[in-house]
Each structure stands twice: as C-alpha cells, then as structure tokens.
C-alpha cells in the first residue's frame, strides 16, 4: 500500500487548505498521484477552492519584453533571493529574453545552443561562466515567444510575468490602456482559460463529474436521478466559466462587468474595435519543488509515520 511521504503531505495541505489527515487519506487513496488527490478531496467537498497544484516557492526571475510586435515571457531560477537580485543575473535574464525574440529558439535546448544576444558564447557556456561567479544553480526553466500586437507586464520586480495579445483597430494609447488593465486582471486573478470556447471536452466533463460526486456525498442530494444531478451540474458550469476564463471574469476594476465586456465598452467608445486573442502568465516558482524542511519532520510525528 502507498505511503504518503511528509513533503507530499505538506505539499497538499498548502495547496488545498485541507487538513492533514485528509490529505493523507487522499494521496494514499491516489496512491501518490497529487492531480488525483487533489479531485478526491474535491469531490469530498473538503478542498472547494483548490488552488492550482505544486504552487510552491522558489527564486529567481519572471519577465515579459516585448519588441516592436515580438514578445518573449520567459522563466529563469536560481537558489535565493540574495543571487536573484545580483545585476549580472539580472542582466543574463534579459539577454536570454532578447535572444528568444531575435532567434525564435523551438525549445529549451535551441536556446541553450543559441548565441545570446550581444555576447559571443552560447546561452549555456553564459550560464556557467555566471555559475563560477555567483556559485549557485540557475535553471532556464520556461519561455513563450509571441508576435502580434502585444502589452507586456512584469509584477512585484520579477515574481509574476503576463503577455497579453490583441488584434485592434483603435489608437495605440487605447489599447495599450485596454491591454494593460487585462494584463492586471491575468496577473491578479490567474485564469486558466481566454473564454468558454477554449475549455476542452474533457475538462468540462471532469468538472461536471466533480459536482456529481459532491452532490452523492450530500445527504440532501444523493437521492436525486442521475438525470437531475446532471442537469445541476451542467448549470453550475456558469461558475466555473467566471472563475476561470479571462473574459467571462469580473473585471477587477469594474465588478458590473466582465473583462469581455471592459474591452467591447472600451473599443466602442473610440469607434472600433479590440479582441483579446492570447495571454501568457508565468509565476516564478509554480510548480517547482523546494528541498523540505524541518516542517516534514513535524508531519511525520504527527501522522505516525516516525
């Protein structure tokens, strides 16, 4: 049978806020798979608002530069916080982003391979000249390179990075106004999805399952024919499409409106219009794994496991 390993536990218990002996439960019920912990606790009802899975801490940079109508959203990890402000990291982030705008590298290792911009080695002999100066790991973790008319935003000096695209037929100030206040609303609400029609078949079937599967836990429910939980479930789709899909949120400047309907009123206005079409967010740190601390100790003890 599996065990649930402390970290794995603290690990769901911060991602949920669920206790941590149901945690436990739920990962030893998975055997181990977090995504699949996660639902069970969701079907419970015990985690309503589970956060997105392996959002954990970690250092380094998150930056989005955008030239002329080329942009790059990139992700760059070192060990502390002390290194992370060091100008010359600082510095090799920034080239590695302008690389990716000039070389459109297909993947992690064409960067690494490419010359960086405005040097004469490659990314990677960069990266460990800067290694035998700064003497701690760095990772070129993500990146995402985007052309068309584009609206960058960086939050809090690195720890959240968004690119939003739009097709536009207004004046420049008004859009880069209408695309700035959308990067806000992706950097401070963090949707999954653009819109209803970007939320696949089975995300959408998953969801409706997960309501059906609250609802067998609820006395007051469980009764009910399938056909009528079905009908309950379909219906509470409209939540889930306002939580999690850009347009359909409440604008966070705005709450009589949607984001969708921000930007039509916008563009209206000026006598044209602006449609969102793309956005990119990268959080420092999402789903990067730290080494445990002395909290998994403490867990163990207290789930027996010691």
């Known amino acids: 049978m599996f065990k649930a390993s402390p970290a794995e536990i603290k690990d769901l218990m911060k991602s949920t806020g669920v206790g941590m002996m149901e945690c436990k439960k739920a990962l030893e019920e998975a055997e181990g798979d977090r995504e699949q912990a996660v639902t069970i606790l969701r079907e419970r009802g015990l985690a309503t608002q589970a956060k997105k899975a392996g959002r954990t801490a970690a250092e380094g940079i998150a930056t989005a530069v955008v030239e002329g109508?080329?942009?790059?959203?990139?992700?760059?990890?070192?060990?502390t916080d002390f290194a992370a402000n060091n100008d010359e990291f600082k510095a090799f982030v920034a080239n590695v982003a302008k690389t990716i705008i000039e070389q459109d590298p297909a993947d992690l290792d064409a960067l690494k391979a490419a010359k960086i911009s405005g040097g004469d080695k490659s990314v990677e002999e960069t990266l460990q000249d800067l290694f035998i100066k700064i003497r701690e790991n760095?990772?070129?973790?993500?990146?995402?390179r985007l052309e068309g008319t584009l609206i960058p935003y960086v939050h809090d000096g690195g720890r959240i990075a968004v690119i939003v695209k739009v097709e536009s037929d207004v004046d420049a100030d008004t859009t880069f106004t209408v695309g700035k206040d959308v990067a806000l609303q992706v950097t401070s609400m963090n949707p999954r999805f653009l819109?209803?029609?970007?939320?696949?078949?089975?995300?959408?079937?998953?969801?409706k399952n997960i309501v059906i599967a609250q609802m067998n836990e609820d006395p007051k429910m469980a009764s009910k024919p399938d056909q009528v939980k079905a009908k309950i479930a379909e219906g509470k789709l409209g939540k889930f499409y306002t939580e999690n899909c850009l347009l359909e949120q409440e604008f966070v400047k705005d709450g009589d409106l949607t984001v969708g309907k921000y930007v039509e009123k916008a563009a209206k206005d000026k006598g044209?219009?602006?449609?969102?079409v793309d956005f990119v967010r990268f959080e420092r740190g999402e789903g990067v794994e730290k080494k445990a601390d002395d909290f998994a100790a403490e867990v163990a003890a207290m789930a027996g496991l010691k």
């Open 69 to 79: 109508n080329v942009g790059a959203v990139l992700e760059v990890n070192i060990e």
């Open 138 to 144: 760095m990772v070129i973790r993500r990146f995402q």
């Open 195 to 207: 819109d209803k029609a970007s939320v696949s078949a089975e995300v959408i079937e998953n969801e």
């Open 272 to 276: 044209g219009k602006i449609k969102v």
